[in-house]
């Protein structure tokens, strides 16, 4: 047994708010959509909550398998307008699919509060809502990433690289590209110099 200072390990970076709490949050979800569906079972019986699992995994399928074809549909129509020299005219359903598929999703999962909000992401004023709100927070994380990596793009993100060692360390790096190269003349590792 060797005797010594053990290793410091770096501190973990801090996860944030909902990070932390997804566990909790999705824990609950289950409790609740358990407890739901024993109410329902309790008012109408088990053949009806087993009638309701049965028609939202149906009616979900189906909403994703169409979703899927429109945008396999206009995938292939945006494909033939560019190989045609056509620009693509911009969708005016943007991220519609996406939201529709993830609505059927919502459905096929068993639950009455999941059932509610794939029928909610099904309406269009809630896609079209939904849809800016997410682009609206994407576009504020690119800004925020660019101005902590200082140069307004992702550019430096992938300078600094680690290497994970067998025995757990990490080793930081510095990634060096080969147009950055210092001009000092050659490294003598360099596998292009001959050998000595």
């Known amino acids: ?3 010594g200072a053990s290793p410091t390990r770096p501190a973990r970076p801090r996860r944030s708010r909902v990070l932390r709490f997804l566990p909790l949050g999705i824990a609950a979800w289950l409790v609740l959509e358990i407890w739901l569906l024993t109410v329902v079972a309790g008012a109408a019986g088990g053949l009806t909550v087993f009638l309701l699992l049965v028609a939202g995994v149906v009616l979900g399928g189906t909403v994703i398998k ?3 074809r429109r945008a396999f549909r206009e995938l292939s129509e945006a494909v033939q307008q560019q190989q045609s020299g056509l620009a693509p005219h911009p969708s005016e359903r943007g991220g519609g699919n996406a939201l529709t598929m993830l609505g059927g999703l919502l459905i096929i999962l068993p639950g009455l509060i999941s059932d509610a909000l794939g029928l909610l ?8 809502a939904v849809s800016r709100r997410a682009e609206k927070t994407f576009e504020r994380k690119v800004r925020e990433a660019a101005a902590r990596s200082g140069q307004g793009g992702f550019g430096e993100a992938f300078q600094q690289a680690r290497m994970h060692r067998p025995d757990g360390k990490v080793v930081q790096g510095e990634v060096i590209r080969e147009d950055e190269r210092p001009a000092r003349g050659p490294h003598p590792d360099d596998p292009q110099l001959p050998p000595r």
């Open 121 to 128: 992401l099904l309406v269009p004023p809630v896609q079209k």
């Open 66 to 68: 169409h979703a899927g």
């Open 1 to 3: 047994m060797t005797t």
